[in-house]
């Protein structure tokens, strides 16, 4: 027994084995190895050669035909079954939601699928802008492109005067074009101009939208020809007007086809001497469309006049957010410098604002209205720049910091709420220096507004509250973004004025 106890303890004390030679020469064992060296159990090779059992197979994807978009039809209401559109845009109106024509698309639509210009007057909201893409993406598909064509030769071309409205447009077109052969590019101001060139390196482009001026830009470089130019179409045309485009417009019309030899659509919301003049030097034989609203403003929209000192305009503005717990909500200003101090007290205030105006530099504008649109802004402050070719669902309440001094403009703004059948307020802070713009605003809409005082809870005192210091650097570096944007827009400004003094190049024709 004294034996075998001995026996047993020098086991116990054998040394342990010596590492596996890792050298280079040698690789080291794998785990499976080792746990196989210390037992006996023994990992099987996996069977790379058993079956797996078999998926079912996928169902084939039908392919999408007319049959698979039914729409009846119903009395005093045109489809977009009703006129001859091809299949791939077809099945686009029918991603878009679309079913019965709106009365400016069936009225432009009538004329403009046969090869005529036109002329239209419709307010915002009406649809013209399905109107003329539907319009202009059937006469690209139906008609093969030249044989010989360079990059930067757009087969259609939309202006329109903000970058906002460019861009709403832009994605409009790329909606209907989906299923389409088609390119979609976007030419604005504020945005670096290398890489909108690098759009046109790629690929051919079909519809070019943009801004006049960025667009001059191109075509004096020589990166944009306009001499193939096959559909012309002038948006807010006399938006156009008013902010001084027209000579730019010019411009750029010398570079096309001549009319008659282009199809050339222009769509206004008036239909001014001055917008008929232009109209008539531009198309050839158009159909003139208007369409009367019933109503200028949407019978969804309940509209308010608080009658308010201009002292209590930031008291009330600030009460109605907070005490409504409004989380959607536009505020219009007539100029740049008050939609800032606006904004500006609001962060301050410890409500979630940014603004939209032209010293706005282009990325964060796009980048303001992603935020605005997502939820994660609650309040836009903006000057008219906003006020047209901005389609966002869900703001529940617009508010007039200060009455704009063109009655159009009231309804372009009042219409960013109840949209899509949903119910909106639009509340006006009529002050002593605007107070002056309600007759205007009740001739044009055809009833009276109502102006009393704003609730006495509208009035209470704004509390007191000292910023954090993230608020504060946050401030900070919005109030100097803002300055060093309004800088470059003046030198941009005096560039662009010495540079007409001095003569522009022109591009090709």
């Given at each position: 027994m004294l034996k075998a106890l001995k026996k047993l303890i020098s086991k116990t004390e054998e040394p342990a084995p010596q590492a596996a030679d890792t050298s280079p020469n040698q690789a080291a064992p794998t785990p499976a190895a080792k746990q196989n060296e210390g037992g006996n159990r023994e990992r099987k090779p996996r069977n790379r050669d058993r079956k797996r059992p078999a998926k079912p197979p996928a169902a084939p994807v039908k392919p999408w035909s007319?049959?698979?978009?039914?729409?009846?039809?119903?009395?005093?209401?045109?489809?977009?079954?009703?006129?001859?559109?091809?299949?791939?845009?077809?099945?686009?109106?029918?991603?878009?939601?679309?079913?019965?024509?709106?009365?400016?698309?069936?009225?432009?639509?009538?004329?403009?699928?046969?090869?005529?210009?036109?002329?239209?007057?419709?307010?915002?909201?009406?649809?013209?802008?399905?109107?003329?893409?539907?319009s202009t993406i059937t006469q690209l598909l139906e008609t093969p492109p030249p044989d010989e064509r360079f990059m930067g030769e757009p087969r259609a071309l939309i202006i329109a005067p903000t970058r906002e409205l460019v861009m709403q447009i832009a994605s409009d077109a790329e909606g209907l074009t989906k299923h389409c052969p088609l390119n979609v590019m976007t030419f604005v101001g504020g945005m670096d101009i290398d890489k909108q060139l690098k759009q046109l390196e790629q690929r051919y482009c079909d519809i070019l939208v943009a801004t006049p001026g960025r667009l001059l830009d191109f075509c004096n470089r020589g990166e944009v020809h306009l001499d193939?130019?096959?559909?012309?179409?002038?948006?807010?045309?006399?938006?156009?007007?008013?902010?001084?485009?027209?000579?730019?417009?010019?411009?750029?019309?010398?570079?096309?086809?001549?009319?008659?030899?282009?199809?050339?659509?222009?769509?206004?919301?008036?239909?001014?001497?001055?917008?008929?003049?232009?109209?008539?030097?531009?198309?050839?034989?158009?159909?003139?469309?208007?369409?009367?609203?019933?109503?200028?403003?949407?019978?969804?929209?309940?509209?308010?006049?608080?009658?308010?000192?201009?002292?209590?305009?930031?008291?009330?503005?600030?009460?109605?957010?907070?005490?409504?717990?409004?989380?959607?909500?536009?505020?219009?200003?007539?100029?740049?410098?008050?939609?800032?101090?606006?904004?500006?007290?609001?962060?301050?205030?410890?409500?979630?604002?940014?603004?939209?105006?032209?010293?706005?530099?282009?990325?964060?504008?796009?980048?303001?209205?992603?935020?605005?649109?997502?939820?994660?802004?609650?309040?836009?402050?903006?000057?008219?720049?906003?006020?047209?070719?901005?389609h966002i669902d869900g703001i529940s309440h617009v508010v007039n910091y200060t009455l704009p001094e063109d009655p159009e403009d009231y309804v372009h703004r009042i219409g960013r709420t109840g949209r899509a059948g949903a119910k909106g307020t639009s509340i006006s802070l009529a002050g002593e220096d605007d107070a002056f713009q309600v007759p205007p605003i009740e001739e044009l809409l055809g009833n009276k507004l109502e102006c009393i005082p704003p609730e006495e809870r509208f009035l209470k005192p704004v509390p007191k509250r000292e910023q954090s210091t993230e608020e504060k650097a946050a401030t900070d570096a919005n109030e100097a973004e803002q300055a060093a944007a309004a800088a470059a827009a003046r030198r941009r400004s005096a560039g662009s004025n010495s540079r007409r003094g001095g003569g522009r190049p022109q591009g090709r024709h």
């Amino acid at each position: 027994m004294l034996k075998a106890l001995k026996k047993l303890i020098s086991k116990t004390e054998e040394p342990a084995p010596q590492a596996a030679d890792t050298s280079p020469n040698q690789a080291a064992p794998t785990p499976a190895a080792k746990q196989n060296e210390g037992g006996n159990r023994e990992r099987k090779p996996r069977n790379r050669d058993r079956k797996r059992p078999a998926k079912p197979p996928a169902a084939p994807v039908k392919p999408w035909s007319i049959s698979d978009f039914q729409v009846p039809p119903a009395e005093g209401k045109t489809r977009f079954h009703d006129f001859p559109l091809p299949d791939s845009l077809m099945r686009a109106i029918q991603d878009q939601g679309f079913s019965y024509c709106t009365p400016i698309q069936a009225a432009v639509l009538g004329s403009t699928l046969r090869g005529h210009d036109a002329i239209g007057r419709a307010q915002t909201g009406t649809g013209k802008t399905a109107a003329f893409l539907v319009s202009t993406i059937t006469q690209l598909l139906e008609t093969p492109p030249p044989d010989e064509r360079f990059m930067g030769e757009p087969r259609a071309l939309i202006i329109a005067p903000t970058r906002e409205l460019v861009m709403q447009i832009a994605s409009d077109a790329e909606g209907l074009t989906k299923h389409c052969p088609l390119n979609v590019m976007t030419f604005v101001g504020g945005m670096d101009i290398d890489k909108q060139l690098k759009q046109l390196e790629q690929r051919y482009c079909d519809i070019l939208v943009a801004t006049p001026g960025r667009l001059l830009d191109f075509c004096n470089r020589g990166e944009v020809h306009l001499d193939l130019l096959e559909v012309l179409i002038l948006d807010e045309a006399d938006r156009m007007l008013d902010m001084g485009f027209i000579p730019q417009v010019r411009q750029i019309i010398r570079q096309t086809p001549r009319k008659g030899d282009r199809q050339t659509l222009l769509f206004s919301a008036t239909f001014s001497d001055d917008v008929m003049n232009l109209a008539r030097q531009w198309t050839h034989e158009p159909a003139v469309v208007e369409i009367e609203p019933e109503r200028p403003a949407s019978e969804n929209v309940t509209q308010k006049v608080y009658a308010v000192s201009g002292r209590d305009k930031y008291k009330v503005l600030y009460n109605l957010i907070t005490q409504l717990e409004l989380d959607r909500v536009m505020v219009f200003a007539n100029r740049k410098d008050e939609v800032r101090r606006v904004q500006e007290r609001l962060m301050r205030d410890g409500i979630n604002a940014a603004q939209l105006s032209g010293d706005v530099p282009q990325q964060k504008r796009v980048r303001t209205l992603e935020n605005f649109k997502s939820g994660k802004l609650k309040v836009l402050v903006a000057t008219d720049v906003a006020g047209r070719g901005i389609h966002i669902d869900g703001i529940s309440h617009v508010v007039n910091y200060t009455l704009p001094e063109d009655p159009e403009d009231y309804v372009h703004r009042i219409g960013r709420t109840g949209r899509a059948g949903a119910k909106g307020t639009s509340i006006s802070l009529a002050g002593e220096d605007d107070a002056f713009q309600v007759p205007p605003i009740e001739e044009l809409l055809g009833n009276k507004l109502e102006c009393i005082p704003p609730e006495e809870r509208f009035l209470k005192p704004v509390p007191k509250r000292e910023q954090s210091t993230e608020e504060k650097a946050a401030t900070d570096a919005n109030e100097a973004e803002q300055a060093a944007a309004a800088a470059a827009a003046r030198r941009r400004s005096a560039g662009s004025n010495s540079r007409r003094g001095g003569g522009r190049p022109q591009g090709r024709h």
